[in-house]
């Protein structure tokens, strides 16, 4: 009686709260671009209010596990042609896209360079292989040279390679990780990101330390821990229910994939990157980074730096931090998970063993923030493939495609937003309710312990849902 | 003395109901982990006092 009372209290303090404070902003008197019929803030209760549910939905009608031994069948074959040819497109974009850097015009949304990196390949194939598989495995572009370079080899010398050097297990992820830190440091940071040149540059700067990681370890152990944008898009096609191996394609549950990710070191470390970094860059442009940025700026610029490299050290300093706070955030949630369940193992074996929990809630991220960019900015593709270097050709005809702000509106961008977040914390709290099933002893525990992952997956999607309207407003 | 502007305070109290949901969750869920706590240690003693053998 006493909950229903509570409940009804509840409902009608939000609805009480609905009415008086109509929407963010209101000394700005900023109009939001949504017509949505409720606050933004209350998507946040909604969206909590799915997360318990679907909590308790998982404890009352999920009592086994059922992803952790994924069972996959072979759907079909596919034509060996395929791998080497697609790996031979990778290399040709790679190629236009380094030389369009260097060759084009400076002017950024004219050149092919920062349209296709920021865009296409790091939002766009972020948002292709949850769907359809590892796709950039399969056109990545160092991976298709190396392999290519070391089948020559084999041929001309006539005898075996020498064998790749063991891969250092206390590596793990890392090299991976820090070269996400880095692509995320120049998108967000790095002042000198909008000329096509400077890319073009650093793209073949990552080139060259995959072909000596390669070289090193070897191909595919390089590419499965090393490479930071195959396990980048190697984490989210593990969410696909679809698998691709040379010649035959296999179709699976769901999620099951992640369950088999092996919890090296630098895992955790990498996906609270990529949270981290994500929520930077919506942190950092919303009014809290606005009015904090230039009192660090002006504090760095006083120690004797210049104001340009202050500005970036500030940024610097604020995209470490949220790194740092989303780890926190997740090592929390561990730790109360130790305490509730009485597990045996460390925190830092627990956090490695629930890392994959993070790869929906790292895609929700991703989704939900760069969404808009991909439906506007990924337009330009369409002209910038005529004239990718920004000189007046016209190779396909449509280089005179205009952006169409207008085939989706601002309305309908943000339930996409809201739904990727919501679902993205609901599939991590299924897989985090999968793992601590096949961990725990019962039932009873393993749902006891996922009490502060809930309440960790309800801080993510509260945070997201903050930052994205602090950054629309 | 600087004063918030009144309209400002829009902007936090916003913000807070962001916040507001989750500090609600971990509080039901802090008590409900307590009463859980509670409740094994009542059964223990249950399973306990019916191991024990029958007074003479």
């Known amino acids: 009686m006493q909950r229903r009372r509570l409940l009804v209290l509840l409902v009608l303090l939000a609805a009480g709260l609905a009415v008086a404070l109509p929407d963010a902003a209101l000394a700005h008197g900023v109009v939001g671009r949504e017509d949505l019929p409720i606050p933004k803030w209350l998507f946040g209760w909604a969206a909590t209010a799915v997360l318990v549910a679907s909590f308790v939905g998982l404890a009352v009608l999920w009592p086994t596990p059922r992803l952790e031994q994924p069972a996959e069948r072979r759907l079909t074959s596919v034509p060996t042609l395929l791998d080497p040819l697609c790996g031979a497109i990778g290399v040709g974009l790679f190629v236009l896209v380094v030389y369009a850097g260097f060759a084009g015009t400076t002017a950024g949304a004219s050149n092919l360079t920062p349209t296709f990196v920021f865009v296409i390949f790091w939002v766009g194939l972020a948002i292709l292989c949850p769907l359809f598989g590892d796709v950039f495995a399969a056109f990545n572009p160092w991976r298709a040279i190396a392999r290519a370079f070391a089948g020559i080899a084999a041929l001309v010398s006539r005898q075996r390679l020498p064998a790749p050097l063991p891969y250092p297990e ?13 692509f995320a440091w120049v998108e967000l940071v790095y002042s000198g990101r909008g000329d096509p040149s400077n890319l073009a540059v650093l793209a073949l700067a990552y080139a060259a330390v995959q072909f000596v990681g390669m070289s090193l370890y070897g191909i595919e152990q390089w590419n499965r821990y090393g490479d930071g944008f195959a396990v980048y898009y190697g984490l989210f096609a593990r969410i696909s229910p679809l698998r ?3 010649g035959a394609v296999y179709a699976r549950r769901p999620l099951s994939g992640l369950t088999t990710l092996d919890p090296v070191p630098g895992t955790v470390a990498l996906l609270c990157i990529l949270i981290g970094t ?6 950092s442009n919303g009014p809290a980074w606005g009015s904090l940025s230039p009192r660090l700026t002006d504090a760095i610029a006083g120690l004797g730096v210049g104001q340009g490299t202050a500005l970036e050290l500030a940024f610097t300093i604020g995209l470490v931090g949220a790194v740092l706070a989303v780890a926190s955030l997740y090592r929390l949630g561990v730790t109360g998970m130790q305490r509730e369940s009485g597990a045996a193992m460390t925190a830092t074996e627990l956090a490695r063993r629930f890392a994959h929990t993070l790869v929906p809630i790292a895609l929700a991220y991703v989704v ?18 005529s004239d990718p270097l920004g000189e007046g050709a016209d190779i396909f005809g449509s280089a005179d495609t205009i952006v169409d702000y207008t085939w989706i509106s601002a309305t309908a961008i943000w339930y996409v937003q809201v739904a990727a977040l919501v679902l993205g914390h609901v599939a991590g709290l299924v897989l985090a309710h999968d793992r601590a099933l096949a961990m725990f002893s019962d039932g009873r ?5 996922q009490y502060w992952m809930l309440a960790v997956m309800i801080a993510f999607t509260s945070l997201g849902l903050w930052l994205l309207s602090a950054a629309n407003s | 003395m600087t004063l918030l502007p009144i309209a400002h305070a829009g902007h936090w109290l916003v913000d807070l109901l962001y916040v507001l949901p989750l500090v609600i969750a971990v509080g039901v869920l802090a008590t409900q982990s307590w009463r859980d706590k509670r409740q094994e240690k009542a059964e223990g003693r249950v399973d306990k006092s019916a191991d024990a053998p029958p007074a003479a």
């Open chain 1, 278 to 283: 994500t929520s930077f860059d919506g942190f």
């Open chain 1, 368 to 385: 939900a923030h760069y969404f808009s960019l991909l439906a506007y900015e990924g337009q330009r593709i369409f002209y910038l493939a």
């Open chain 1, 445 to 449: 525990t393993a749902t006891r312990s």
């Open chain 1, 170 to 182: 206390r590596l793990g992820r890392w090299p991976a990780a820090i070269g996400i830190l880095a």
């Open chain 1, 244 to 246: 691709w191996e040379r």
